[in-house]
């Protein structure tokens, strides 16, 4: 998958955790920061259209993962990170105005994290599903966010002035495309090119930019809220299980040994916290949930779900009242809905329900979602809208998606379509670069008839995707439609031109800038 060969080709624009040894832990006024003299070669406007170009691509891949669940959970753990490294002025306000700031999914069972140009953050699945908390997870987020704030990878790309901005997306294009060919020899014959070699030596993390990384990742980790013993505890997960099995699931570990000295300063950072941090009962159980989903979603060969959903028939293991008898549940279940076997994904919903209803309205809210994934499957749309109705998913991402999945069912209730899109537009109107809602507005759009406002809505999606002339297409088969149906001057008519303008005008000037290889 393009996952594992981008972190093997890009060592550390992909790399996790940085796993490379760290030197004594010193303050952090101590130290310059390493980034500052990027912004004198690489504006940050000019890492964001970097960033945006690579993303343009990796959301056309089908490895790239819009799981809301998954993806609620992993923005519940990255935004206090962000507010901390805003807090303690490692994320400058440049850098919180125009990078992106955003981690994203990846559907790849080997372990592994990336940071990439203009503030995107990948995690692949096998990640979520080794960490056994959320503060071993958000070690390794604030440790790909520091490298972004340091303008580790501004640095790394500026050091060749002979190689233009539009040249280094391209190559790392290239390799993305390579890779999702599943073809080792096509991707290696990328890798081992003059140009790709190039790229590499750009965007390999020096020695002292993973100190630094070290360093400030700990102090953000720490700043957050997080107990600061999950990177500790993270690397002797990682230490333990690559020694039980590597097979080729922890790439980075090949790149960038983890070794004792690195545990031993993450551990000797410990003194130097703002106390001991004792994370709540109900974080566990709820990243337990999210384990549990990561390691169903993240493999579709036919004998892991197989072997997963087993996780579902009783067993003395599986009756312990454990968080990790839940991921077992939560595992099983999501296997079995996968190989459409409703009798035991009932099965595994029900004890993984019995196991989640003491630990609180988060942990029963992710089971819950997953029920109403289940019914809806199976086409069961009244017993869904039952769940639904209950409450319990209101105001979150995925009971938003879900209720848009039965409104667009034919029969829908009318109240509840009507309701459904209002709850959308709300929603994008706050969250305007969520393609997977927009999409979802399209649909309801499309089930109530509103056909203008569903062009629209499928333009903003592409927009939301980085996809410019995709959204150009539809805004202009709306602007026919409105024309064709004298609606120009309708709310919806004058929308779609205004934003056929506005993106219009986008386009021009990304072409014009590539024409001209500008930096900023």
């Known amino acids: 998958m393009w996952g594992a060969v981008l972190a093997s080709v890009l060592v550390a624009v992909p790399v996790s955790l940085g796993l490379a040894p760290t030197a004594q832990a010193q303050s952090q006024s101590s130290l310059p920061s390493l980034g500052d003299s990027a912004a004198e070669d690489l504006t940050v406007g000019a890492e964001r259209r970097l960033g945006d170009r690579i993303m343009r691509e990796i959301r056309r891949d089908p490895d790239w993962l819009d799981d809301a669940l998954l993806q609620d959970y992993l923005n519940s753990l990255w935004q206090p990170l962000l507010a901390a490294a805003q807090s303690r002025g490692d994320l400058s306000d ?6 992106a700031l955003q981690a994203f999914l990846v559907r790849d069972r080997s372990i592994n994290a990336f940071a990439l140009p203009g503030g995107y953050v990948g ?5 979520i599903a080794l960490t056994a908390s959320r503060d071993e997870l958000a070690a390794v987020l604030a440790h790909e966010l520091s490298h972004i704030t340091q303008r580790h990878i501004a640095r790394n790309i500026a050091s060749s002035r002979r190689q233009s901005m539009l040249g280094v997306a391209s190559m790392i294009v290239g390799i993305l495309a390579a890779s999702r060919s599943q073809n080792a020899d096509a991707a290696n014959a990328v890798i081992v090119g003059g140009q790709a070699a190039a790229v590499q030596g750009q965007l390999n993390f020096s020695r ?3 100190r630094e990384a070290d360093r400030v990742g700990f102090g953000v980790l720490d700043g957050a809220g997080y107990a600061p013993e999950g990177m500790a505890g993270m690397f002797d997960r990682l230490q333990f299980a690559s020694r039980l099995n ?32 004792t994370t709540p009962s109900v974080a566990q159980w709820l990243h337990a949930t999210m384990q549990g989903r990561a390691r169903a979603m993240m493999d579709s060969r036919t004998e892991t779900l197989t072997r997963l959903a087993g996780g579902g028939v009783p067993t003395a293991a599986a009756a312990a009242q454990t968080p990790e008898a839940l991921a ?26 019995t196991l989640a209803t003491p630990q609180g309205e988060s942990v029963v809210r992710a089971v819950q979602v997953m029920q109403v994934e289940s019914l ?34 034919p029969g829908s209730e009318t109240a509840l379509v009507s309701r459904t899109r209002e709850d959308l537009q709300t929603w994008v109107a ?38 410019l002339s995709g959204a150009v297409d539809r805004l202009r088969a709306g602007q026919r439609l409105a024309r064709s149906k004298g609606a120009v001057e309708s709310m919806d008519g004058v929308i779609i031109e205004s934003r056929l303008k506005a993106i219009e005008q986008q386009r021009r000037t990304e072409m014009e800038q590539e024409r001209n290889g500008q930096r900023d």
């Open 376 to 409: 809806l499957e199976r086409g069961q749309a009244a017993e869904a809208a039952r769940v639904l109705s209950s409450g319990v998913l209101d105001g979150s991402r995925a009971g938003l998606l879900l209720g848009a999945r039965l409104a667009s069912l």
């Open 208 to 210: 002292d930019m993973e």
């Open 94 to 99: 440049d850098q919180r105005t125009h990078f």
């Open 246 to 277: 590597d097979s080729g699931q922890f790439p980075y570990l090949r790149s960038h040994p983890l070794t004792s000295e690195r545990i031993a300063e993450a551990r000797g950072r410990l003194g130097t916290t703002s106390g001991r941090k």
């Open 123 to 127: 995690v692949h699945l096998g990640l």
């Open 430 to 467: 706050l969250h305007a670069d969520d393609a997977g809602a927009w999409l979802a507005l399209a649909q309801v759009n499309e089930r109530q008839g509103a056909s203008l406002a569903a062009l629209r809505a499928h333009a903003e999606a592409r927009f939301a995707q980085g996809d």
């Open 328 to 353: 077992t549940a939560c595992a099983a279940a999501v296997a079995a809905m996968r190989l459409k076997d409703w009798r035991v994904a009932d099965a595994a919903l029900a004890r993984a329900r």
